[in-house]
């Protein structure tokens, strides 16, 4: 009966161990599936930033072609030239920022990896350890099997022998 309670503790233990780490691993999973969402993300908005001075670069050079053709005053093309550097300022401050995103989403992303060779490598000594647990066990059930066998037939003898006696 000890046995019975011996091995169910040690197969409950074993699904628990096992279902925890499979959900540790799903998770870090998924953490790594967000952060390569991210970074996609991120680099998106890259390009589109990127586009965004690209395209006012060539506005600038636009308006400076328009305003030698249209002979305008030299107060309109500072003011025009003030805002578009302004612009060029503000979008090349979000690059910077999305790229210092980039580089911790890239980190994280590497983190959550470790993390997870390391739990699959957790995983594996606990999957083989259990392993042995159950060879442990069989072994422990065929010797309680015999010394069960051999008592019983022990028992059985000394009965046969006394039931002898008395008839």
């Not at 002979?71 to 401050?93: F, N, P, S, V």
């Amino acid at each position: 009966m000890i046995a019975l309670y011996l091995i169910s503790g040690l197969v409950l233990g074993f699904f628990i161990t096992y279902f925890l780490n499979l959900s540790q691993k799903r998770k870090k999973d998924n953490q790594l599936h967000e952060l390569e969402k991210n970074i996609q993300k991120k680099e998106l908005e890259l390009k589109f930033a990127t586009t965004e001075l690209q395209k006012n670069n060539t506005k600038i050079k636009e308006l400076e072609n328009k305003t030698a053709e249209s002979g305008k005053t030299i107060l309109e093309i500072a003011e025009e030239k003030g805002r578009t550097e302004a612009l060029l300022k503000a979008l090349q401050k979000n690059i910077d920022e999305l790229d210092k995103s980039l580089s911790k989403i890239i980190t994280e992303k590497e983190k959550i990896q470790i993390s997870l060779i390391q739990a699959s490598s957790e995983n594996s000594f606990l999957n083989e350890k259990l392993e042995n647990q159950k060879k442990e066990i069989l072994e422990l059930q065929q010797k309680f099997k015999e010394t069960f066998e051999n008592l019983a037939n022990r028992i059985f003898e000394e009965k046969s022998e006394k039931f002898i006696k008395q008839n």
